[in-house]
């Protein structure tokens, strides 16, 4: 029964812990796991006295681990990676080796064997998914050639991790003594590494192979019963069956079974489904596993081990960025393309903890390297966003010391002409909604000129004829290239390229222009209009007003009563200053 309270208390008191600090450090504009780890080191926010059981808390890490791993492996596409491959695979490669080289050759300093500290090099070379989408998605970044570079990047580095995590086991632990006794047999470590890889290799083709065709159909089977309870406990029942079937049978890390689950469900129908449902799950003990690594940090061990931590918040910060700066200069990439990848990767999280406890465990990683992992991660994820923050101003400076030139934002030569002489309108994306206002404007004799981020699509307009511009809205030199100082008007259809500074941006260029934009939540439309809108058009607002119209229709108002609640809506939700756009030449009506 008291082994029963200390399961309930560490629970509680973890999960209330992570959710204080979690709180402050969101409000803050920092990532919550600094705050989850900081409550796993110094107990922030709970009660006097309370000590936390770290055996309880470290099992409900590793169920944390295998579901974390599941979620990788759900969102993990080949594709994805074969898009950006030819600069995020040697990126990346390039990285992990100087991260590799310099953890092994500073540690060494440390009295580290040069094996500890290639373990250590490598647990420090993985960037963490969650600070790096967040950070990419903050700067509206993240759907663009250089957040899907990023990404790629950070998926070759999770696929290393994870053939690292398999081998390590393989080497150094049960294979160890089977080695020894292989020796003796005259067939080496070399023989047990092969036979460890041959095993793991039928576990990937029989996972990938034979699981596609049953486990789909399994889940197909349980979501006909209409039950979504029984839904998300089969998809539970496969991530950690599949996870512990791994290490029993196969001898594979319970890391790799979950990761190869993952996208066996992500491939399938059931994927969206398995991450709504599931997946809630999956973020509380991945909350547990980060209070669990925190509580392995021993804050009096700064006193004699703050040469080693900054040693390593070195390399984080600076050894990793340069190297793929380095690497994605070497592809003529633009330096601002190159620092915002280098900097967005310049931090560490849950792969390298993971890494690390798995080290630990087999004794080939010291044990203040936790602690210089724990203080790395917190200081390079909170200054993370600050670094990328500082991208622009630093670009700015250097482009008004003359240091560098300010690029090109596309080949002119295959650029249509723009018609000096015809009302221009700058539209920014070519999704549903641009793609519907780019064909009302040139029916209605009006010049519309595009904005567009993704490449393949700027390409395919100029194929057609028409004008685009590859590049960010929010880049005053886009803008201009697309003529925004002779346009009439601007309209953002994209939601993604929807900011104040693309607003202000146009404002800069052309004081007079009319400027149309919409928001995803009504919550943004303030902001935009203080930046200059003249118009904004929110999701939420459209439907709501859609939503009114055919409800007042269902219940069979008139025409006039439709349109009347209509107009309310409109003023309610809406926020419209001026008519967005002058009159055109001939209009629709004629």
């Not at 989850?36 to 009660?47: D, E, K, S, V």
């Not at 100087?98 to 993985?126: K, P, Q, R």
């Not at 229709?553 to 409109?570: H, M, P």
Request: overall charge neutral.
């Amino acid at each position: 029964m008291i082994h029963d309270i200390d399961l309930i208390l560490t629970l509680t008191g973890g999960l209330t812990a992570a959710l204080a600090l979690g709180f402050v450090t969101q409000k803050l504009r920092l990532s919550p796991i600094v705050g989850y780890l900081l409550a796993g080191g110094g107990g922030g926010a709970l009660p006097p006295g309370f000590v936390a059981d770290s055996g309880i808390a470290t099992q409900f890490a590793e169920l944390g681990v295998i579901l974390l791993m599941f979620g990788v492996g759900l969102h993990f596409h080949l594709k994805d990676l074969m898009a950006v491959r030819k600069v995020a695979i040697p990126g990346a490669i390039v990285q992990i080796a100087a991260a590799t080289i310099l953890g092994a050759v500073v540690t060494h300093f440390f009295g580290w064997t040069w094996t500890e500290g290639m373990v250590f090099g490598i647990a420090i070379s993985v960037a963490s998914t969650v600070v790096l989408t967040r950070v990419l998605a903050d700067h509206k970044a993240l759907h663009t050639p250089v957040g899907h570079i990023a990404l790629g990047w950070l998926i070759v580095e999770d696929l290393f991790t994870i053939l690292v995590l398999v081998l390590l086991p393989a080497i150094y632990g049960a294979g160890q003594t089977e080695a020894a006794g292989a020796v003796e047999a005259g067939m080496g470590v070399w023989a047990t590494l092969g036979i460890a890889l041959l095993k793991l290799s039928v576990l990937v083709v029989f996972t990938l192979v034979a699981g596609q065709r049953i486990i789909p159909w399994f889940l197909g089977y349980v979501a006909r019963t209409g039950s979504r309870d029984l839904f998300t406990l089969t998809v539970l029942v496969l991530a950690l069956g599949i996870a512990v079937g791994s290490a029993k049978f196969f001898g594979a890390s319970m890391a790799l079974g979950a990761f190869l689950a993952g996208m066996v469900v992500g491939q399938s129908d059931f994927s969206a489904r398995a991450a709504s449902d599931a997946l809630p799950m999956r973020d509380a003990f991945a909350v547990l596993f980060f209070v669990s690594v925190g509580m392995m940090f021993d804050p009096t061990a700064v006193v004699t081990g703050w040469p080693l931590m900054l040693a390593t918040l070195g390399i984080v910060i600076i050894g990793k960025p340069l190297a793929a700066l380095v690497v994605v200069l070497l592809f003529k990439k633009p330096l601002r393309f190159a620092l915002c990848i280098a900097v967005a990767l310049a931090q560490i999280g849950e792969f390298s903890f993971i890494l690390a406890q798995l080290a630990q465990y087999l004794n080939v990683m010291p044990k203040e390297a936790i602690n210089a992992l724990v203080f790395a991660s917190v200081v390079s994820i909170t200054i993370n966003p600050l670094l990328y923050q500082g991208i622009d101003p630093f670009m700015a400076w250097l482009e008004k010391k003359g240091w560098v030139r300010k690029p090109a934002p596309v080949d002119l030569k295959k650029v249509p002409e723009l018609d000096a002489n015809a009302t221009r309108v700058v539209v920014v994306g070519y999704g549903p909604v641009g793609r519907t206002l780019c064909r009302i404007l040139r029916d209605n004799h009006i010049q519309a000129v595009v904005v567009e981020m993704n490449l393949a699509t700027v390409q395919k307009l100029h194929a057609e004829g028409l004008p685009a511009v590859y590049g960010e809205a929010s880049s005053r030199e886009i803008l201009a290239h697309a003529g925004i100082e002779k346009a009439v008007g601007l309209i953002v259809a994209a939601s993604s390229a929807a900011s104040p500074e693309v607003v202000e941006a146009a404002r800069d260029l052309n004081p007079k222009i009319r400027v149309v934009t919409r928001s995803t939540y009504l919550k943004e439309n303030e902001g935009l209009l203080k930046a200059g809108a003249d118009a904004v058009f929110s999701s939420e607002g459209e439907i709501a007003l859609s939503m009114t119209a055919f409800l007042m229709s269902e219940l069979g108002a008139s025409d006039e009563q439709v349109d009347r609640e209509r107009d309310r809506v409109r003023e309610e939700f809406f926020a419209t200053k001026k008519s967005p756009l002058p009159d055109a030449s001939p209009s629709i009506s004629e």
